[in-house]
Protein backbone atom coordinates (compact mmCIF):
# COMPACT_ATOMS: atom_id res chain seq x y z
CA UNK A 1 0.00 0.00 0.00
CA UNK A 2 1.18 2.95 -1.40
CA UNK A 3 1.13 5.60 1.96
CA UNK A 4 2.47 8.56 -0.28
CA UNK A 5 0.76 8.92 -3.97
CA UNK A 6 3.13 11.52 -5.98
CA UNK A 7 2.33 12.62 -9.73
CA UNK A 8 3.56 13.06 -12.44
CA UNK A 9 5.80 10.74 -13.39
CA UNK A 10 7.99 12.76 -15.68
CA UNK A 11 7.62 16.28 -16.02
CA UNK A 12 9.16 18.55 -19.01
CA UNK A 13 9.43 22.36 -18.59
CA UNK A 14 11.02 25.02 -20.79
CA UNK A 15 14.18 26.69 -18.83
CA UNK A 16 12.35 30.09 -16.87
CA UNK A 17 9.10 27.82 -16.65
CA UNK A 18 7.63 26.87 -13.05
CA UNK A 19 8.11 23.33 -12.41
CA UNK A 20 4.69 21.52 -9.99
CA UNK A 21 4.93 18.38 -8.38
CA UNK A 22 1.87 17.07 -6.49
CA UNK A 23 1.67 14.44 -3.72
CA UNK A 24 -1.45 12.94 -1.23
CA UNK A 25 -1.20 10.91 1.49
CA UNK A 26 -4.21 9.25 3.64
CA UNK A 27 -2.68 8.72 7.15
CA UNK A 28 -3.66 12.17 9.42
CA UNK A 29 -1.04 11.13 11.80
CA UNK A 30 1.67 11.90 9.62
CA UNK A 31 3.49 15.66 10.80
CA UNK A 32 6.48 16.11 8.21
CA UNK A 33 6.55 16.48 4.82
CA UNK A 34 10.08 17.05 2.85
CA UNK A 35 11.06 16.78 -0.48
CA UNK A 36 14.34 15.40 -1.41
CA UNK A 37 15.79 15.77 -4.83
CA UNK A 38 18.22 12.65 -6.14
CA UNK A 39 21.10 13.65 -9.21
CA UNK A 40 21.91 10.69 -10.85
CA UNK A 41 23.87 8.46 -9.28
CA UNK A 42 23.84 10.46 -5.98
CA UNK A 43 22.09 10.11 -2.64
CA UNK A 44 18.75 11.89 -2.75
CA UNK A 45 19.46 15.04 -0.75
CA UNK A 46 16.65 17.06 1.60
CA UNK A 47 15.66 20.25 -0.14
CA UNK A 48 12.80 21.52 1.85
CA UNK A 49 10.18 20.38 4.45
CA UNK A 50 6.83 21.71 6.06
CA UNK A 51 5.07 20.69 9.37
CA UNK A 52 1.04 20.88 8.68
CA UNK A 53 0.37 23.84 11.05
CA UNK A 54 1.87 25.99 8.16
CA UNK A 55 0.26 26.34 4.10
CA UNK A 56 3.64 27.27 2.66
CA UNK A 57 6.74 27.49 2.64
CA UNK A 58 9.21 28.72 0.82
CA UNK A 59 13.70 28.83 0.22
CA UNK A 60 14.52 30.73 -2.57
CA UNK A 61 12.87 29.38 -6.11
CA UNK A 62 11.56 26.24 -4.24
CA UNK A 63 7.97 26.53 -2.27
CA UNK A 64 5.45 23.72 -0.34
CA UNK A 65 2.45 24.35 -0.75
CA UNK A 66 0.27 22.05 1.82
CA UNK A 67 -3.77 21.48 2.10
CA UNK A 68 -4.63 19.91 5.28
CA UNK A 69 -8.23 19.72 4.66
CA UNK A 70 -7.57 17.92 1.06
CA UNK A 71 -4.44 15.79 2.62
CA UNK A 72 -2.06 17.24 -0.48
CA UNK A 73 0.68 19.19 -0.50
CA UNK A 74 2.89 20.28 -3.77
CA UNK A 75 6.41 21.34 -4.82
CA UNK A 76 6.55 24.27 -6.97
CA UNK A 77 10.04 25.08 -8.70
CA UNK A 78 10.28 29.15 -9.37
CA UNK A 79 12.12 30.01 -12.78
CA UNK A 80 13.23 26.30 -13.68
CA UNK A 81 16.69 26.00 -14.39
CA UNK A 82 18.14 23.04 -16.38
CA UNK A 83 20.46 22.46 -13.02
CA UNK A 84 17.04 21.79 -11.42
CA UNK A 85 17.00 18.24 -14.13
CA UNK A 86 16.75 15.55 -11.12
CA UNK A 87 14.37 13.27 -10.02
CA UNK A 88 12.15 14.39 -7.08
CA UNK A 89 10.92 12.42 -4.23
CA UNK A 90 8.36 13.50 -1.57
CA UNK A 91 7.92 11.89 1.77
CA UNK A 92 5.60 11.79 4.62
CA UNK A 93 6.24 10.86 8.56
CA UNK A 94 4.86 11.05 11.96
CA UNK A 95 5.26 10.06 15.71
CA UNK A 96 4.55 6.80 16.68
CA UNK A 97 6.48 3.30 16.10
CA UNK A 98 4.70 2.69 13.16
CA UNK A 99 5.19 5.87 11.95
CA UNK A 100 9.12 6.62 12.93
CA UNK A 101 10.40 6.43 9.28
CA UNK A 102 10.18 8.29 6.12
CA UNK A 103 7.55 7.26 3.46
CA UNK A 104 8.14 8.00 -0.21
CA UNK A 105 6.16 8.46 -3.28
CA UNK A 106 7.31 7.24 -6.14
CA UNK A 107 9.36 10.12 -7.64
CA UNK A 108 9.08 12.75 -10.32
CA UNK A 109 11.80 12.60 -13.51
CA UNK A 110 12.06 16.79 -14.02
CA UNK A 111 14.42 17.90 -16.86
CA UNK A 112 14.48 21.39 -17.76
CA UNK A 113 15.37 22.19 -21.41
CA UNK A 114 17.35 25.35 -21.98
CA UNK B 1 29.73 15.17 1.67
CA UNK B 2 26.42 14.58 3.48
CA UNK B 3 28.18 12.77 6.91
CA UNK B 4 26.82 9.40 6.56
CA UNK B 5 29.37 6.90 4.96
CA UNK B 6 28.61 4.15 2.52
CA UNK B 7 31.61 1.43 1.60
CA UNK B 8 32.43 0.29 -1.00
CA UNK B 9 31.07 2.52 -3.97
CA UNK B 10 30.82 0.01 -6.37
CA UNK B 11 30.34 -4.09 -5.81
CA UNK B 12 30.74 -6.68 -8.61
CA UNK B 13 29.91 -10.44 -7.65
CA UNK B 14 28.54 -13.28 -9.16
CA UNK B 15 25.48 -14.74 -8.63
CA UNK B 16 25.05 -17.28 -5.59
CA UNK B 17 27.74 -14.86 -3.97
CA UNK B 18 27.30 -13.18 -0.43
CA UNK B 19 28.43 -9.23 0.56
CA UNK B 20 28.09 -7.05 2.85
CA UNK B 21 27.11 -2.86 2.80
CA UNK B 22 28.60 -1.08 5.53
CA UNK B 23 27.12 2.18 6.59
CA UNK B 24 28.33 4.80 9.10
CA UNK B 25 25.79 7.14 9.99
CA UNK B 26 26.07 11.20 10.66
CA UNK B 27 27.40 11.61 14.22
CA UNK B 28 25.15 11.54 16.94
CA UNK B 29 22.49 9.96 14.53
CA UNK B 30 20.81 6.92 16.17
CA UNK B 31 18.86 5.66 13.28
CA UNK B 32 19.62 4.15 10.48
CA UNK B 33 17.76 3.06 7.41
CA UNK B 34 18.80 1.39 4.04
CA UNK B 35 16.48 1.78 0.73
CA UNK B 36 16.87 -0.31 -2.40
CA UNK B 37 17.17 1.87 -5.42
CA UNK B 38 16.53 -0.13 -9.08
CA UNK B 39 16.62 1.08 -12.13
CA UNK B 40 13.97 3.47 -12.44
CA UNK B 41 12.35 2.87 -9.37
CA UNK B 42 12.08 4.41 -6.60
CA UNK B 43 13.06 4.39 -2.83
CA UNK B 44 12.20 0.81 -1.96
CA UNK B 45 12.44 0.76 2.22
CA UNK B 46 14.32 -2.40 3.30
CA UNK B 47 14.83 -1.91 7.05
CA UNK B 48 15.55 0.21 9.77
CA UNK B 49 17.58 0.24 13.14
CA UNK B 50 17.33 2.75 16.26
CA UNK B 51 20.06 2.61 18.27
CA UNK B 52 21.32 -1.13 18.04
CA UNK B 53 17.82 -2.44 17.69
CA UNK B 54 15.15 -3.49 15.06
CA UNK B 55 12.64 -0.63 14.33
CA UNK B 56 11.08 -1.61 10.88
CA UNK B 57 11.30 -4.01 8.46
CA UNK B 58 10.11 -3.55 4.69
CA UNK B 59 10.27 -5.64 1.68
CA UNK B 60 13.20 -6.89 2.27
CA UNK B 61 14.26 -10.29 1.36
CA UNK B 62 15.13 -13.37 3.72
CA UNK B 63 18.21 -13.37 1.47
CA UNK B 64 19.19 -9.82 3.51
CA UNK B 65 19.46 -9.63 6.68
CA UNK B 66 20.81 -6.54 8.71
CA UNK B 67 22.45 -5.41 12.09
CA UNK B 68 22.89 -1.66 14.09
CA UNK B 69 26.41 -2.09 15.73
CA UNK B 70 27.21 -1.06 19.27
CA UNK B 71 29.35 2.12 17.70
CA UNK B 72 25.73 2.70 15.44
CA UNK B 73 27.43 1.36 12.12
CA UNK B 74 25.39 -0.41 10.61
CA UNK B 75 25.44 -3.82 8.11
CA UNK B 76 23.74 -4.79 5.19
CA UNK B 77 24.15 -8.29 4.26
CA UNK B 78 23.10 -9.68 0.82
CA UNK B 79 23.57 -13.72 0.08
CA UNK B 80 22.73 -16.14 -2.86
CA UNK B 81 22.75 -12.90 -5.10
CA UNK B 82 20.42 -13.24 -8.19
CA UNK B 83 20.60 -10.28 -10.91
CA UNK B 84 17.59 -8.72 -10.02
CA UNK B 85 19.24 -7.46 -7.05
CA UNK B 86 21.60 -5.48 -8.86
CA UNK B 87 21.20 -2.10 -7.33
CA UNK B 88 22.11 1.11 -5.52
CA UNK B 89 21.53 0.77 -1.96
CA UNK B 90 21.21 3.78 0.11
CA UNK B 91 21.46 4.27 3.82
CA UNK B 92 20.07 7.27 5.46
CA UNK B 93 20.50 8.42 9.02
CA UNK B 94 18.66 10.26 11.77
CA UNK B 95 18.59 11.77 14.88
CA UNK B 96 14.96 11.31 15.20
CA UNK B 97 13.41 8.11 13.68
CA UNK B 98 11.62 9.55 10.80
CA UNK B 99 12.41 12.86 11.24
CA UNK B 100 15.26 14.94 8.79
CA UNK B 101 16.72 12.03 6.96
CA UNK B 102 20.21 12.33 5.17
CA UNK B 103 21.41 9.92 2.79
CA UNK B 104 25.05 8.24 2.20
CA UNK B 105 26.21 8.45 -1.69
CA UNK B 106 25.25 4.85 -2.34
CA UNK B 107 27.24 1.77 -3.09
CA UNK B 108 25.92 0.09 -6.35
CA UNK B 109 26.16 -3.63 -6.83
CA UNK B 110 26.35 -5.58 -9.96
CA UNK B 111 25.48 -9.19 -9.90
CA UNK B 112 27.07 -10.68 -12.88
Redesign the interface.
Known amino acids: QQQVKQSPQSLIVQKGGISIINCAYENTAFD ?1 F ?1 W ?1 QQFP ?6 LI ?1 IRPDVSEKKEGRFTISFNKSAKQFSLHIMDSQPGDSATY ?1 CAA ?3 G ?11 TQLTVWP | D ?1 G ?1 TQTPKHLITATGQRVTLRCSPRSGDL ?1 V ?1 WYQQSLDQ ?2 Q ?1 LI ?1 Y ?1 NGEE ?2 KGNILERFSAQQFPDLHSELNLSSLELGDSA ?1 Y ?1 C ?1 SSVV ?10 T ?1 LTVV
Open positions: YPYGKGPALAFSGRSTLGRLYFGRG | SVSYGLFQYRALFAPGYGYTFGSGR
